[in-house]
């Protein structure tokens, strides 16, 4: 094989692409990470993981790193700075191009390109991430014990996410835009039977302000245009997910959330091309799912080579 030339292309380099990488490279497939931001994904701006199995406490950024290194140490070729500029995925030899001048060749392919939460997209919201504002309950809920926060959002996620936050917050307070719920009536039932719970309707953030880490939050009362400062300890933002499935959408088969579509072995509507991670359709979004898709594709493209 020249350089540009391997068995397999993982395409995004978080969890589920390095999880991936450490299983094809560990069997002897030749394997290429291609990785346009940060290796790591999602899981590095998460300043404790505290629910991975195995591991009692360690920061993302340090997840990340070891399995960036456990993936290499078995040979596993990883590229950052890759923007992927064309695709041909179709044939029996798949090709990738990066950055407009590097084509890159394999016998498979594993979308691993992850996703986002959807963000407000207001003043503070950036530079408080991690540090007081949060996209996932499971992973920093118990960092907000005994503490007062507030839950962006008003469907099921939110207020699901709201009612389990009430484990560990002294009071959890729901700012929603609209003078209705969007979620179903059984869990609007459950969040307004909760005596943690309250609730601030027909409103939405317009910044967030802090030092260090987030302090006040202002709310702006949408019929009025009045806002308010509210002191708070934390922030958790339910408004929605986005995978990074933009440049696939023409190519493979995704669904109407614009999540791509596999069986249980990981395969898409292309044969040899697996996906996995938070990009794929799937209910629940942790590093330990991501890890197990990963793995699953893994496996299952090695497979699919060996039967090639």
Request: glycine share 10%.
């Amino acid at each position: 094989m020249d350089e540009n030339t391997f068995d397999i292309i993982i395409l995004g380099g978080g969890a589920a692409g390095l999880s991936a990488g450490i299983y094809t490279s560990r069997a002897k497939l030749k394997t290429l990470i291609l990785n346009e931001g940060v290796v790591g994904g999602q899981m590095v701006l998460t300043d404790e993981i505290a629910n991975y199995p195995g591991v009692e406490n360690i920061s993302g950024f340090q997840l990340a790193r070891v399995m960036k290194k456990q993936a290499k140490t078995f040979g596993c070729t990883i590229k950052s700075n890759a923007k992927i500029t064309g695709m041909e995925l179709d044939n029996a030899i798949k090709a990738i191009e990066v950055n407009n001048k590097t084509t890159y060749t394999a016998k498979a392919v594993i979308i691993s390109s992850g996703g986002r939460a959807r963000t407000l997209n207001v003043p503070g919201e950036s530079e408080f991430q991690g540090s007081g504002i949060s996209y996932c309950a499971t992973c920093d809920g118990d960092f907000f014990q005994d503490k007062e926060i507030i839950v962006v959002g008003g469907g099921n996620s939110a207020l699901e996410e709201a009612v389990a936050l009430t484990k560990y917050a002294s009071k959890v307070t729901i700012v929603h835009e609209f003078d209705h719920f969007q979620a179903y009536p059984s869990a609007v039932e459950e969040a307004r039977k909760n005596d943690k719970i309250h609730f601030i309707m027909e409103s939405t953030i317009a910044a967030f302000k802090g030092d260090t880490s987030l302090k006040t939050a202002i709310i702006r009362h949408i019929p009025s245009g009045k806002e308010s400062d509210m002191r708070i300890d934390g922030v958790f933002i339910f408004i929605g997910y986005v995978p990074n499935t933009e440049p696939f959408k023409n190519l493979i088969s995704l669904n109407e959330r614009m999540e791509i579509v596999t069986d249980e072995n990981r395969q898409t509507s292309i044969e040899g091309v697996f996906a996995a991670g938070d990009c794929i359709a799937k209910r629940w979004r942790q590093v330990s799912t991501a890890v197990a898709d990963g793995t699953i594709a893994a496996l299952s493209a090695a497979e699919y080579i060996t039967k090639q």
